[in-house]
């Protein structure tokens, strides 16, 4: 896997990287890394290469230094909405490096009475911080295992609250480095989507304006919801979360019951026994495995019921 190729995309890599090397000296540079090392489902090939900034600085250097390569970056957060093919992906993956309140991705900090998260703040980190200053309207938020970034760009959601709810503002760079502050309005917020769904911005801060609260309430609500995630949910075993969106009128773990899938399997890919919604990785799954058990399912619940179901697990590298 080491050796690089000599065609026309492999050179424009090797010249990026050259470039990289020399602008930004001591931002991190991974090539043909594992992607299966940065996926909750714990699958995936290497990609290309691998970037991590830890300071706004960097990154705006590296989005304009791959924007002048013509490559077009892949925005990683957690890596918990995301299938990447077992040949892995010929491109650039972009990761906010840093620890929490230490590196600026990282920080989370409250200013006039709004709460700030880094792009590569967890949000249970961050409702518990909400939860520590007796703020509410987080509690939703802390079972869901991605960062920021990718909240913000699945408008992600759970047991009533969603994203958008809460958000005020999230800072964007630009594909040539320019920052830019956007309102909620303007994120065009929908059903696990937003106008950040093309991959274009990289999401480096978001705000978010939460109400006074008693710390025990909030406590106990988050306490709750996680028992109700711990009952439901098979979080023994790696995957991606819910496979498909939430189909109108429907519930699609429902459906895949309905259908008689609750259990089936290909290779080592399972449709959870637990919570027909989840795909699971048994063990030793490949993205194959993954990919043509959701193409069952998708195919016999359209021919059963009617109803197509569209993924919410972002595909890379098919
Ligand atoms: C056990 C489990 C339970 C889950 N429960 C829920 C749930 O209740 N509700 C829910 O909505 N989701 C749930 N998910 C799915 C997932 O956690 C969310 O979609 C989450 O928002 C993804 O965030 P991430 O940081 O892991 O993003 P990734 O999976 O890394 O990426 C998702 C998308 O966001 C983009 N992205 C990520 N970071 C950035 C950034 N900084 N800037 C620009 N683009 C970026 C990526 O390019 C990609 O398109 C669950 C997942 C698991 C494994």
Redesign the pocket.
């Known amino acids: 896997m080491g050796a690089i190729k000599v065609d026309g995309k492999s050179d424009r890599f090797s010249i990026l990287k050259k470039r990289l090397e020399a602008a930004i000296p001591e931002m991190e540079l991974r090539e043909y890394e594992p992607m299966a090392r ?4 714990r699958i995936g090939g290497p990609v290309r290469m691998m970037a991590l900034p830890r300071t706004k600085g960097q990154a705006q250097t590296l989005l304009r230094l791959a924007a002048e390569q013509g490559v077009a970056p ?9 299938l990447v093919a077992d040949r892995g992906y010929e491109g650039l993956a ?1 990761k ?1 490096a840093g620890q929490v309140n230490r590196e600026e ?1 990282y920080q989370i900090r409250e200013v006039n009475r709004r709460l700030l998260g880094g ?2 703040v ?2 249970s980190q961050l409702a518990n911080a909400a939860w520590g200053r007796n703020l509410t309207g987080l509690e ?1 938020a802390q ?17 009533g609250g ?2 958008a709810q809460v958000l005020c503002s999230v800072t ?1 760079l630009e594909p040539d480095g320019t920052e830019r502050t956007l309102s909620v309005e303007a994120c065009g917020f929908d059903y ?1 989507q937003s106008v ?2 093309g ?1 274009r ?4 801060e978001a705000a978010f304006a939460l109400a006074p609260g008693s710390g025990r309430d909030i406590k106990a609500r988050m306490e709750d919801l996680s028992a109700r ?1 711990r009952a439901k ?3 023994d075993l ?5 496979t498909f969106k939430r189909p109108k009128g429907h519930f699609a773990a429902a459906l895949i019951e309905q259908c008689g899938l609750k259990g089936a399997a290909v290779g080592e890919a399972q449709v959870s026994e637990k919570h027909a919604g ?1 795909v699971v990785n048994r063990g030793a799954a490949t993205a194959e495995d993954v990919r043509r058990l959701m193409d069952l399912v998708r195919e016999t619940v359209l021919r059963e019921t009617g109803v197509l179901l569209e993924p ?3 595909l ?1 590298g098919f």
């Not at 940065?38 to 489902?41: A, D, G, N, R, V």
């Not at 911005?201 to 480096?204: D, M």
């Open positions: 940065h996926t909750s489902f892949f925005f990683l957060g957690n890596g918990t909405n995301l972009v906010l991705f792009g590569g967890l949000l939703f079972g869901i295992p991605g960062t920021v970034g990718g909240a913000v760009v699945m408008n992600a959601g759970a047991y969603e994203i964007v696990r950040f769904t991959g911005q990289l999401i480096i995630r949910q098979p979080l790696p995957s991606a979360g819910s989840f919410e697990v972002k890379l």
